[in-house]
């Protein structure tokens, strides 16, 4: 059994100030607690070790056995039953799927590639470009205009594009006001409201147990991904001055510095 | 008076194999004329001289002068009377204009820019599109598809458009399709064989005075000229393997080369 925990009252402002964004799907929770605490290969959470976690979210304890059952089904974690207790692990293709991003939402500075290039697709009709519009996105491109995509990573063979690389020269406002919409925006800002309150909090609250650093750190990470992976990166020129999205960046490296991985097998 | 010329049959085959490509409005032949006899500051030609060049073009004196009468009321030309006699000459406007396409049309070689830009507007309502794309056109930029625009000159200010600077890296078949329509595939490949022709006469026709080399350079320059403006040039590896925009302007280049300028005076 563990102590007592001394900072309920700060740990509890700090939780409900990061539950205040976005969606809270469970699964969704328990993918970013893989990918941060266990996100090594071999790194194995015990079902114990989950249920203080989820609990000391505010998850019920079934709503962690369902989200559990459906990541074991969808084949992204893998579980190990040894007596009486169970042991999690990310699956190859959960971990596969974790390392694709993780540099992405630790890195302490936004990536600004010099290296882009744009697709350049034939005309198509409405129907079909919505599909190809779609199908570029989720390669990790901007869909500039319908048919026009850019993108800053290898380009995966596109003998049906044309395909010019260089550099983005000059940003019109009309393309900066479509790559952060509205809800993108305010989403940000609101992030940005959540972990200055958190960093508030942690200004003055005692010593935290592992259990809670492990809490803080799944959440911080859970709502920053949520949001940063709706988008790809971008240089400075192609945001709006309203866009808070390197600010989050740095509010969620300060956090993550405040409060250090625990080992998994302390919780 | 001028001696009688020994070269006739020579100097008709070539100039009906000249005269059997493309549209022949005669006042679009006197802008070959001008910009390829006269196309320095101050060069003039006699009204008799032109009267001779388009009367061995099988030109009709009457068709003459009413193109003349246009292009001085276009403001293209400007003429000068002293007694009996008329003298030509370009306009300053006819002069820009002649300049700025001067060293497209006698380019030994096409001349292929390693400076590129596409410009990317965003999306209209198709009956704008249409007249944007059109002014893009006019401006020297191809229309890659609606809205996309590629470019080598130095861009004009571009608020709207995001610009992208860089090269071409890879070329879609249905780009090189559309950068070479059947007419104009189909301009080249008669205008092909028309320069072979002139060049197989040339080879064994007697020594030809200046007023007949004259005609014949006018004729080439105004072939050429008529297909080359209706495109702008790009690297190869945008051209279908039946394009024979290149071919065409080496041969240009020989018969050019064979028909040296005559002093206008001479005519």
């Given at each position: 059994m563990k102590a007592e925990r001394p900072n309920t009252c700060a740990l509890q402002h700090a939780i409900s100030a990061l539950r205040?964004?976005?969606?809270?799907r469970v699964w969704s929770v328990l993918v970013s607690i893989f990918g941060d605490?266990?996100?090594?290969?071999?790194d194995q959470i015990s079902g114990a070790a989950l249920s203080r976690l989820t609990e000391n979210m505010g998850i019920k304890p079934e709503a962690t056995r369902v989200a559990l059952h459906r990541l074991r089904k969808d084949g992204w974690i893998v579980s190990e039953k040894s007596g009486r207790t169970s042991k999690y692990q990310l699956s190859p293709v959960g971990y596969a799927e974790s390392q694709r991003v993780r540099a992405r939402i630790y890195a302490k500075h936004t990536s600004a590639p010099t290296q882009w290039h744009l697709l350049i697709d034939q005309p198509v009709p409405q129907s079909q470009r919505l599909g190809i519009d779609a199908a570029k996105t989720s390669e990790g491109?901007?869909?500039?205009?319908?048919g026009v995509y850019l993108g800053?990573?290898?380009?995966?063979?596109?003998?049906?594009f044309l395909r010019f690389d260089g550099k983005p020269a000059h940003v019109p406002d009309w393309l900066r006001a479509a790559i952060a919409p509205p809800e993108l925006t305010a989403s940000y800002a609101s992030l940005e409201a959540s972990l200055r309150s958190v960093l508030t909090i942690l200004a003055s609250a005692p010593v935290m147990q592992p259990l809670d650093i492990a809490t803080l750190r799944s959440l911080v990470v859970h709502n920053w991904r949520r949001i940063l992976l709706r988008h790809i990166d971008l240089p400075a020129q192609f945001y709006t001055k309203t866009w808070r999205g390197n600010v989050c960046r740095g509010l969620v490296s300060d956090l993550l510095d405040q409060l250090p991985k625990p080992d998994i097998l302390t919780l």
């Open positions: 205040n964004n976005e969606d809270f605490l266990a996100g090594n290969p071999g491109y901007l869909v500039v205009s319908p800053h990573a290898t380009p995966c063979p596109t003998e049906s």
